[in-house]
C-alpha cells in the first residue's frame, strides 16, 4: 500500500473497494505540501513580475508625460511670442492711425481696419502652423510608446487645459 504522502488517481480509488465518489474526489484533489510550496513559490514570483511591470508602466509614463509637457511648454511658447508679435503691431498700427500718418503717406480708419485685418489672418496662420506641428510631435511621441495606452495618461493635460481656458474667460 502506497504511503499517505503519495497521491492516488481517481480511478485508482475507484477501482478499490471504495466507491464513495464525493471522498476519491476529495482524496485526489487534496493538496499535498510540495504542491502547497509549489503555489507559494509560484505566486511569489507573479507578485514580483506584476511589481517589475508595474515600474516598467510608471517609468514609462514618466518619460511621457515628460515629453509631452515640453511639448506643450514648446506649443504654449511660440502662441505667447506670436500674439505677443500681434500684440505690438497693432499697438504700431494704433499710433500710426492716431497720427493720420503710417511710412510718411496718410493712414485712414479703413486702412487701420485692413491692416488689423492683415495681421491678425497672418497671426492665426502662424497658430495654426504651431498647433500643426504640436500634433505631429504628438503623433510621434504616441508612436514611441507603442503598447501603451498614452491616451490615459493625458488627463493632467486635460486638466490644465480646462484651468487655463477657464482663466482666460473669467
Not at 471504495?18 to 509560484?42: C, I, P, R, S
Not at 493632467?156 to 487655463?164: E, G, L, M, T, Y
Amino acid at each position: 500500500m502506497a504511503n499517505k504522502n503519495e497521491k492516488k488517481s481517481i480511478m485508482e480509488m475507484l477501482n478499490g473497494e471504495n466507491l464513495n465518489v464525493e471522498e476519491a474526489l476529495k482524496n485526489a484533489n487534496a493538496m499535498d505540501q510540495e504542491v502547497l510550496e509549489m503555489a507559494q513559490n509560484k505566486m511569489k514570483e507573479e507578485e514580483k513580475k506584476e511589481k517589475a511591470d508595474q515600474l516598467i508602466r510608471m517609468s514609462k509614463r514618466a518619460g511621457w508625460t515628460n515629453l509631452r509637457f515640453l511639448i506643450e511648454k514648446r506649443y504654449t511658447k511660440e502662441c505667447d511670442e506670436i500674439e505677443s508679435s500681434l500684440l505690438k503691431d497693432s499697438k504700431d498700427l494704433l499710433d500710426c492711425l492716431s497720427k493720420g500718418e503710417k511710412d510718411k503717406k496718410p493712414f485712414t480708419p479703413t486702412m487701420y481696419e485692413q491692416e488689423l485685418d492683415k495681421i491678425t489672418d497672418e497671426s492665426i496662420k502662424k497658430i495654426a502652423e504651431a498647433g500643426k506641428k504640436r500634433r505631429e510631435a504628438m503623433k510621434e511621441l504616441d508612436n514611441s510608446y507603442i503598447g501603451y495606452y498614452c491616451y490615459g495618461w493625458s488627463n493632467p493635460f486635460q486638466r490644465i487645459n480646462r484651468a487655463i481656458e477657464d482663466n482666460k474667460r473669467g
